[in-house]
C-alpha cells in the first residue's frame, strides 16, 4: 500500500488548505486514516482521525477549526484546514490502518508528507 499526500502550501494565517491523500496498490481493507504533523524537535503529534464507520477525533488544538473526511471508494482521506494559525506550521503526514490481503495483518501504512507553512 502506497500512500500519496498531496495540499500542502504556503498560507497566510487566518486563511485555509485541504489536505488530500491517497491509498493505492494492494488493498483488501482500510480500518482509520489519519493526520500527524511534525514540528523539528518535536515528536509527531495526531491532529485528526477517521474511522471506517466515520467516527472522526481530533487534537485539541484544531477542534472546530480542522475537519477530516475520508471518500471509502477512492480510500482517500481529506483533511480541511480552516482558520490556520502559524502554530499549524508542520510537515503533515497521512496514515492509513489496513491490510492487503484477507489473511494479511492490519498495519499502519504511512505518506511521504507534505509541508505546510503559515506566515503571521
Known amino acids: 500500500v502506497q500512500l500519496q499526500a498531496s495540499g500542502g502550501g504556503l498560507v497566510q494565517a487566518g486563511g485555509s488548505l485541504r489536505l488530500s491523500c491517497a491509498a493505492s496498490g494492494s488493498i483488501f481493507s482500510i480500518n482509520d486514516m489519519g493526520w500527524y504533523r511534525r514540528v523539528p524537535g518535536k515528536q509527531r503529534e495526531l491532529v485528526a482521525v477517521?474511522?471506517?464507520?466515520?467516527?472522526?477525533n481530533y487534537a485539541d488544538s484544531v477542534k472546530g477549526r480542522f475537519t477530516i473526511s475520508r471518500d471509502n471508494a477512492e480510500n482517500t482521506v481529506y483533511l480541511q484546514m480552516d482558520s490556520l494559525k502559524p502554530e499549524d506550521t508542520a510537515v503533515y503526514y497521512c496514515r492509513a490502518h489496513g491490510r492487503e490481503s484477507l489473511y494479511g495483518t492490519n498495519r499502519d501504512y504511512w505518506g511521504q508528507g507534505t509541508q505546510v507553512t503559515v506566515s503571521s
Open positions: 477517521i474511522f471506517s464507520g466515520g467516527r472522526t
